[in-house]
């Protein structure tokens, strides 16, 4: 079975400070796919960033980083210097490497910076 | 289309009426997804089309809840007498099918969701 943890419920953090949002996940597909997605207050789902399962190397996209580690089945994502833009909530997904197979995603993360 | 569209944005209906919600998706895109979003809540999986087949279903709460795919494009997903349980925003999402590794197809889009409202 696959399952995605989000263990943080509400995060809220000072502007400009640095937060990580955690991700935990479990399946036994050797090929799998992971996801970050963002939904603003407006409510929309937007997506932010993809990795491959065979592909262990850590991306940094302007303030946004990512840290995928194999042996502990988490892939965490940090935000540097954040900003009260960054307020949403915050999915983790996973998707196995079946050509049917659906996404699942974890339980959200609410992030709310402070001005 | 640029994005993945859904019909309508906002729904109120009465309690026991049928509901039908569209999803229109990324042009070229084979796979397409249901998901349900409880107000505060997490995304609930609801069905998930490969063409114009469904080779998973499991999310969907009850035979009241059924969805169709024609055309290897356009999805409908109908909840026949409405619950106030049945509340939330539906989400539709597609993408590529693919299994070949590493592809970005792997990556699926969402639609800004019909916010569905029982009275």
């Known amino acids: 079975a696959q399952k995605v943890t989000q263990a943080q419920t509400e995060i809220s953090v000072v502007e400009k400070e640095d937060v990580t949002l955690d991700c935990v996940y479990e399946?036994?597909?050797?090929?799998?796919?992971l996801f970050w997605y963002k939904q603003p207050p407006s409510g929309e789902l937007v997506f932010l960033i993809r990795?491959?399962?065979?592909?262990?190397q850590n991306e940094i996209s302007g303030r946004y980083s990512w840290n995928f580690q194999k042996s502990t089945s988490s892939f965490n994502f940090t935000i540097t210097a954040s900003q009260v833009v960054d307020s949403a909530v915050y999915f983790c997904a996973l998707r196995g490497g079946s050509s049917a197979s659906k996404i699942i995603f974890g339980s959200g993360t609410r992030l709310s910076i402070r001005p | 289309g640029a994005g993945v569209s859904q019909s309508p944005s906002n729904k109120v209906t009465e309690k026991g009426k049928d509901v039908e919600l569209r999803c229109d998706p990324i042009s070229g895109h084979t796979a397409l997804y249901w998901y349900r979003q409880s107000l505060g809540q997490g995304l609930e999986f609801l069905i998930y089309f490969q063409g114009n087949s469904a080779p998973d279903k499991s999310g969907l709460p009850s035979d009241r809840f059924s969805a169709e795919r024609t055309g290897g494009s356009v999805s409908t997903l109908t909840i026949q007498r409405t619950q106030q349980e049945d509340s939330a925003v539906y989400l539709c999402?597609?993408?590529?099918?693919?299994?070949?590794?590493?592809?970005?197809?792997?990556?699926?889009?969402f639609g800004e969701g019909s916010w569905l409202t029982v009275v």
């Open positions: 990795r491959n399962s065979f592909d262990e």
């Open positions: 999402a597609s993408s590529w099918l693919t299994a070949k590794r590493g592809s970005s197809g792997n990556t699926i889009y």
């Open positions: 399946t036994r597909d050797t090929t799998y796919y």
